[in-house]
């Protein structure tokens, strides 16, 4: 917008010396005729003067501003031409400087699954790729009571079913039927690790059992355990908390906002608390912290703030506990106690000294005003 206002204010510019240009060449057109004439020569070669001047001035500025103009038309020609990438519904950034710190960005994880891969949508760059993001709960979240994936299967045969667990941050479960069984189901899916508490760590085993199940069996297993990816859990224990500072990861691409991304990780982990409950949070070393707003890229926003999580990480937080905290707030807080006493203690003294300095100045103030109330009164009195 400011662009487009700077090339009509040099329309107008370039307008105005146009019409000097042509107000010295009429001027030096009537000098001429004066001098042919032989009247008032004198007159006519000031007249010729002064305009060849003026002309000279003119141009001069005539080609600044067509210059300037020029300038301006291809830096907005080019500028609507720019591919920018959305980092709020406010805010953008242009395609160039995004690239610039992807390069860095990608170069930090080379080799590894966290790099970042792009693509051209609609004129809109768009980043795709795994994010990070750090549990910091404070209350125990609720899982959901069912598992839409979770099955459940009558054996026939006499041989026990085969189970099989590898544990990381990715962890699967594959439970397979003996050959032949027609009923039997495989399954593997993918099982984030979340550690739970004591008493609902008792339900994350794997158990064996007798092959066959009653029609009772099966009723009371639906009723009483879930799965979250595959893991079983009780659903009178079905709450936990997050191990503080632990990892995890979703993909997501740089088009979905802070909600998105809340709403994946939550599915992801068959969270039954509302989107609503939880916000992110940018959180500096320095003990800055920076809460994401709702239409905020978390994925750009990664990127803005580097590739190292030693410096700043996204957290997951309770939206009704998290607070932000400033730069100029982050700077005290890891100070010890009797340093932010003294800190307290200045700033105090600071405070009195301002509050002395503005009475004395409005007393002097009042002492002026009520002395020359009092001379026109004497001077009213006296008439």
């Known amino acids: ?50 305009s060849v001047a003026m002309m000279m001035f003119e141009l001069a500025y005539y080609l600044d501003a067509l210059l300037s103009m020029c300038l301006l038309l291809v830096l907005v020609r ?12 406010e805010k953008r950034i242009p395609k160039s400087d995004i690239l610039s710190l992807l390069r860095t960005y990608n170069c930090y994880h080379e080799g590894k699954n966290f790099q970042l891969r792009t693509r051209e949508e ?5 980043l795709e790729g795994l994010l990070n993001i750090y549990w910091g709960l404070y209350r125990p979240i609720r ?7 979770e099955r459940f299967c009558l054996n026939r045969s006499s041989a026990a079913p085969r189970s099989s667990f590898e544990s990381n941050n990715n962890s699967q479960i594959r439970r397979t039927a003996p050959a032949g069984d027609e009923e039997g189901v495989q399954e593997e899916e993918d099982c984030p690790q979340l ?13 064996r059992r007798s092959n066959t199940h009653t029609a009772g069996d099966l009723q ?3 009723t009483h355990r879930f799965s979250i990816n595959g893991h079983f859990y009780n659903h009178k ?3 936990f908390t997050p191990a503080f500072g632990s990892v995890t990861n979703v993909r997501v691409n740089s088009s979905m906002t802070t909600r998105h991304v809340l709403n994946l990780l939550l599915h992801k982990f068959r969270v039954e608390n509302k ?12 003990g800055e912290r920076i809460r994401l707003r709702d239409d905020e890229r978390p994925l750009v926003t990664r990127v803005l703030h580097g590739p190292c999580e030693k410096i700043s990480k996204i957290f997951i937080k309770e939206a009704d506990l998290g607070e932000e905290v400033t730069y100029d707030v982050a700077q005290y807080i890891k100070f010890e106690i009797p340093v932010l006493d003294s800190f307290v203690e200045k700033l105090k003294e600071e405070e009195e000294r301002e509050i002395n300095k503005l009475t004395k100045k409005y007393s002097a103030l009042k002492s002026m005003i009520v002395h020359q109330l009092e001379g026109k009164a004497v001077t009213s009195d006296r008439v």
């Not at 080019?78 to 519904?89: D, N, T, V």
């Not at 609609?122 to 768009?126: N, V």
């Not at 550690?195 to 158990?207: G, W």
């Open 1 to 50: 917008m400011g662009s487009k206002v700077r090339v009509w204010w040099n329309v107008v510019e370039f307008t105005c010396r146009i019409l000097g240009v042509c107000t010295a060449t009429v001027l030096c057109a009537v000098g001429v005729e004066t001098m042919q004439k032989g009247e008032f020569k004198s007159l006519g070669i000031y007249l010729i003067a002064s």
């Open 78 to 89: 080019m500028g609507e031409h720019q591919i920018y990438m959305k980092l709020s519904e």
């Open 122 to 126: 609609g004129g809109e760059l768009i």
């Open 143 to 149: 899982l959901q009571m069912f598992d839409d994936n």
């Open 195 to 207: 550690l739970r508490t004591r008493s609902d760590a008792s339900f994350m085993r794997v158990q």
């Open 220 to 222: 009371r297993l639906r």
């Open 237 to 239: 224990t079905s709450v």
């Open 275 to 286: 989107c609503e409950e939880f916000v992110l949070y940018m959180v500096h070393e320095s």
